[in-house]
């Protein structure tokens, strides 16, 4: 009778622990979230089959992306609080800026509130971090921001998780749990063929061996196209240690992270629909309960794997699963009345494919870094290419997030040049094809940006911060002893940095580090930090708003140095970055230029200098915006077609600029990297 109370006692404790873990779970909380909407009038509120670029443009043409473990807040002030002040909204008004991109906020890394190992982007719960602040404070922080009829994006995660409640459920092979992952169970008789896992760890990486073992048995699909942190796995697969399931058994599993083995990839095509059921659970909890106006879907390429016949590596990018997965998150936000961006770093024909049916606006990747090729080699022949490839596919920049940078670093890829290897195209006096291009353009701007070793390297390219890119494309070997005159040469290239990302149609987006100048941190302090990821933590901490003292800010990362100064103190000075960025962004909402259309890239005979030619939404208004990426002063006449009634303005200065009414030819004078924005005003005859 005793043995029969210990395991009543065994099995009680044992029922509880699941209880609480089922309770703590993502899948729970989706199916309950699920009820406010299943059956109910409010689903069918808004429109959701197409994209709708220009609502959110109309709404917020330009934004501010926070990394939340980078702010240096007051004492006693959390991030929240700090997001949601008087004194951030009216700075950001001041500025041009209507919408935050906060980044992820809500609970991540694994059990009992372990900490994140990916900057919140391997997320366990709907709720958001209690170290950035309250529910309450989120929701202040939003309707500050309507106040100033602005918007807050939040974060959506469709790819995978933490080691949070829902994958040690997983684990335990409780109901349908196991069908939120892309794991398998490996049979007793294999166990040993496999590495063994250490004592205080989950699970070991395997290698490519195991991974082809394991495909030759039925397991797997065998490796992937694409390794991510290489420095960090041989595989982006791993196998766990012995786990007793809720019925009895021992079992070891297999399971695929595309990203760190702490992040276990959702399975979009199980019977279970257990990820699709989750992930609709985190877009009601973004839209419904946070009050996202929209939300950004992160790396949602990755969403389809499928073994391939008679192939090395399965497929695993850009998989059709893929795209109708994120045709259905998008459309579920939609919905539910919110709007999405997407993190799609493919070729312009893919992305054009994506936003057919799926998220309102993608992220713009290739333009980032052939901006920074142009000004590197004063030389815009990158971007011509893919303007033309643009308009080849019939892709209007309407629909891209044009950013100086975002938490990641820069990526080289070039994929639109990757998925058209045979075509060739002309590049500084030469032709190549596009798989040569691509490769010779990675290479020999990541050299370029190694200059003085301060911009950190990872696999995809340099993690610094603009200034700091800047820096080395100027050939600054050191930057913690900068001159006035440096200082000065990197806050004229930034300001033209972002003058090309704001005078273009779509949404414009800035960061907090580009906003106060921040240089990266030092190798040592990084180490202190950070020794393996360091794609948000070598930017560092930045104080947004105030002279701060503090030397690390509450998430212990070190302060990064502050070329141009805390916001508040830039707006009072008129030759600031802050204070020019802002006639910029007067100039591109006053012009209703993020609704705008690209119409043409016009020729030019000066190979650093790019001229594009928009047309105004709702008018016969056009608008050039020129840029000169070379050091010395440049004059040409161009050509600017249908505008021989019309006068010329330079929207920046607000005077006339050299055109004969009965012409269409503008005589244009740039100064070396700078840029304008000229308006072609129609014109009645006298």
């Given at each position: 009778?005793?043995?029969?109370?210990?395991i009543?006692?065994?099995?009680?404790?044992?029922?509880n622990?699941?209880?609480?873990?089922?309770?703590?779970?993502?899948?729970?909380?989706?199916?309950?979230?699920?009820?406010?909407?299943?059956?109910?009038?409010?689903?069918?509120?808004?429109?959701?089959?197409?994209?709708?670029?220009?609502?959110?443009?109309?709404?917020?043409?330009?934004?501010?992306?926070?990394?939340?473990?980078?702010?240096?807040?007051?004492?006693?002030?959390?991030?929240?609080?700090?997001?949601?002040?008087n004194?951030?909204?009216?700075?950001?008004?001041?500025?041009?800026?209507?919408?935050?991109?906060?980044?992820?906020?809500?609970?991540?890394?694994?059990?009992?509130?372990?900490?994140?190992i990916?900057?919140?982007?391997?997320?366990?719960?709907?709720?958001?971090?209690?170290?950035?602040?309250?529910?309450?404070?989120?929701?202040?922080?939003?309707?500050?921001?309507?106040?100033?009829?602005?918007?807050?994006?939040?974060?959506?995660?469709?790819?995978?998780?933490?080691?949070?409640?829902?994958?040690?459920?997983?684990?335990?092979n409780?109901?349908?749990?196991?069908?939120?992952?892309?794991?398998?169970?490996?049979?007793?008789?294999?166990?040993?063929?496999?590495?063994?896992v250490q004592?205080?760890?989950?699970?070991?990486?395997?290698?490519?061996?195991?991974?082809?073992?394991?495909?030759?048995?039925?397991?797997?699909?065998?490796p992937?196209?694409?390794?991510?942190?290489?420095?960090?796995?041989?595989?982006?697969?791993?196998i766990?240690?012995?786990?007793?399931?809720?019925?009895?058994?021992?079992?070891?599993?297999v399971?695929?992270?595309?990203?760190?083995s702490?992040?276990?990839?959702?399975?979009?095509?199980?019977?279970?629909?257990?990820?699709?059921?989750?992930?609709a659970?985190?877009?009601?909890?973004?839209?419904?309960?946070?009050?996202?106006?929209?939300?950004?879907?992160?790396?949602?390429?990755?969403?389809?794997?499928?073994?391939?016949?008679?192939?090395?590596?399965?497929?695993?990018?850009?998989?059709?699963?893929?795209?109708?997965?994120?045709?259905?998150?998008?459309?579920?936000?939609?919905?539910?009345?919110?709007?999405?961006?997407?993190?799609?770093?493919?070729?312009?024909?893919?992305?054009?494919?994506?936003?057919?049916?799926?998220?309102d606006?993608?992220?713009?990747?290739?333009?980032?870094?052939?901006?920074?090729?142009?000004?590197?080699?004063?030389?815009?022949?990158?971007?011509?290419?893919?303007?033309?490839?643009?308009?080849?596919?019939?892709?209007?920049?309407?629909?891209?997030?044009?950013?100086?940078?975002?938490?990641?670093?820069?990526?080289?890829?070039?994929?639109?040049?990757?998925?058209?290897?045979?075509?060739?195209?002309?590049y500084?006096?030469?032709?190549?094809?596009?798989?040569?291009?691509?490769?010779?353009?990675e290479?020999?701007?990541?050299?370029?940006?190694?200059?003085?070793?301060?911009?950190?390297?990872?696999?995809?390219?340099?993690?610094?911060?603009?200034?700091?890119?800047?820096?080395?494309?100027?050939?600054?070997?050191?930057?913690?002893?900068?001159?006035?005159?440096?200082?000065?040469?990197?806050?004229k290239?930034?300001?033209l940095?972002a003058?090309?990302?704001a005078?273009?149609?779509?949404?414009?987006?800035?960061?907090?580090?580009?906003?106060?100048?921040?240089?990266?941190?030092?190798?040592k302090?990084?180490?202190?930090?950070?020794?393996?990821?360091?794609?948000?933590?070598?930017?560092?901490?930045?104080?947004?708003?105030?002279?701060?003292?503090?030397?690390?800010?509450?998430?212990?990362?070190?302060?990064?140095?502050?070329?141009?100064?805390?916001?508040?103190?830039?707006?009072?000075?008129?030759?600031?970055?802050?204070?020019?960025?802002?006639?910029?962004?007067?100039?591109?909402?006053?012009?209703?230029?993020?609704?705008?259309?690209?119409?043409?890239?016009?020729?030019?005979?000066?190979?650093?200098?790019?001229?594009?030619?928009?047309?105004?939404?709702?008018?016969?208004?056009?608008?050039?915006?020129?840029?000169?990426?070379?050091?010395?002063?440049?004059?040409?006449?161009?050509?600017?077609?249908?505008?021989?009634?019309?006068g010329?303005?330079?929207?920046?200065?607000r005077?006339?600029?050299?055109?004969?009414?009965?012409?269409?030819?503008?005589?244009l004078?740039?100064?070396?990297?700078?840029?304008?924005?000229?308006?072609?005003?129609?014109?009645?005859?006298?």
């Amino acid at each position: 009778m005793k043995f029969l109370s210990v395991i009543f006692i065994s099995f009680s404790l044992f029922a509880n622990d699941i209880d609480h873990l089922v309770k703590e779970s993502m899948l729970f909380s989706a199916d309950r979230l699920a009820k406010d909407y299943s059956g109910k009038s409010s689903q069918w509120q808004y429109p959701y089959a197409r994209p709708n670029a220009k609502t959110p443009l109309e709404r917020a043409p330009n934004w501010i992306s926070i990394y939340p473990y980078s702010l240096i807040t007051e004492d006693d002030v959390s991030v929240l609080e700090f997001l949601g002040s008087n004194d951030l909204w009216n700075a950001l008004e001041q500025l041009g800026i209507q919408a935050i991109n906060t980044g992820p906020m809500k609970r991540a890394g694994g059990l009992e509130k372990s900490p994140s190992i990916d900057g919140g982007f391997d997320r366990t719960a709907y709720q958001i971090d209690a170290q950035f602040g309250t529910y309450p404070e989120y929701l202040k922080m939003v309707e500050r921001a309507k106040k100033n009829e602005g918007m807050i994006i939040g974060n959506l995660i469709p790819g995978h998780t933490g080691l949070g409640p829902d994958f040690h459920l997983a684990l335990k092979n409780y109901r349908d749990y196991p069908g939120l992952y892309h794991m398998v169970s490996i049979e007793e008789k294999d166990w040993e063929t496999l590495p063994k896992v250490q004592k205080d760890e989950l699970s070991a990486n395997l290698s490519l061996r195991d991974v082809e073992f394991l495909r030759k048995q039925g397991y797997i699909t065998g490796p992937l196209e694409h390794v991510i942190f290489p420095d960090m796995k041989e595989t982006n697969w791993s196998i766990t240690k012995q786990i007793k399931g809720t019925d009895g058994v021992n079992r070891r599993w297999v399971y695929l992270h595309y990203f760190k083995s702490a992040e276990p990839t959702l399975n979009w095509l199980d019977p279970s629909f257990a990820a699709n059921r989750l992930v609709a659970g985190d877009v009601i909890s973004s839209i419904s309960i946070l009050k996202n106006q929209m939300v950004r879907i992160d790396a949602n390429a990755f969403l389809g794997i499928e073994m391939s016949e008679n192939a090395r590596k399965a497929w695993s990018e850009g998989h059709p699963l893929s795209l109708t997965a994120s045709d259905q998150i998008a459309q579920l936000i939609r919905k539910l009345g919110g709007f999405s961006f997407q993190e799609v770093n493919l070729g312009y024909l893919a992305i054009k494919a994506y936003l057919e049916n799926g998220a309102d606006l993608s992220y713009d990747f290739s333009s980032r870094s052939a901006l920074i090729n142009a000004f590197i080699y004063q030389n815009v022949d990158l971007l011509r290419i893919n303007y033309d490839l643009m308009r080849q596919y019939r892709l209007q920049p309407i629909h891209l997030v044009h950013a100086l940078q975002n938490a990641d670093g820069i990526n080289y890829t070039q994929n639109q040049l990757r998925d058209l290897p045979d075509s060739l195209f002309s590049y500084q006096g030469g032709s190549l094809n596009g798989f040569d291009l691509s490769r010779k353009i990675e290479l020999e701007d990541k050299k370029a940006l190694s200059l003085g070793n301060y911009n950190i390297q990872n696999e995809a390219g340099p993690n610094g911060t603009t200034a700091s890119l800047i820096a080395a494309a100027l050939g600054i070997k050191d930057i913690t002893r900068l001159t006035k005159e440096q200082v000065k040469k990197i806050k004229k290239a930034h300001l033209l940095f972002a003058f090309f990302n704001a005078m273009q149609p779509g949404a414009f987006s800035i960061s907090a580090w580009d906003l106060v100048g921040a240089l990266p941190l030092s190798e040592k302090e990084t180490k202190q930090y950070d020794s393996k990821d360091m794609r948000w933590s070598a930017r560092g901490a930045v104080s947004l708003l105030y002279n701060s003292l503090e030397k690390k800010n509450q998430f212990d990362l070190p302060r990064a140095k502050e070329i141009y100064g805390p916001l508040l103190k830039q707006l009072k000075c008129p030759n600031s970055f802050a204070s020019q960025l802002k006639k910029i962004l007067k100039v591109r909402i006053t012009s209703n230029i993020a609704t705008g259309r690209l119409l043409e890239v016009l020729p030019s005979s000066h190979e650093g200098v790019l001229l594009l030619l928009h047309e105004l939404p709702g008018t016969k208004f056009l608008e050039l915006t020129a840029l000169n990426f070379q050091d010395e002063p440049i004059s040409e006449e161009v050509l600017i077609p249908g505008t021989e009634e019309t006068g010329a303005i330079n929207l920046m200065e607000r005077c006339a600029e050299s055109k004969d009414f009965h012409s269409n030819i503008l005589r244009l004078r740039l100064d070396g990297s700078s840029a304008k924005a000229i308006l072609f005003e129609p014109r009645s005859r006298s």
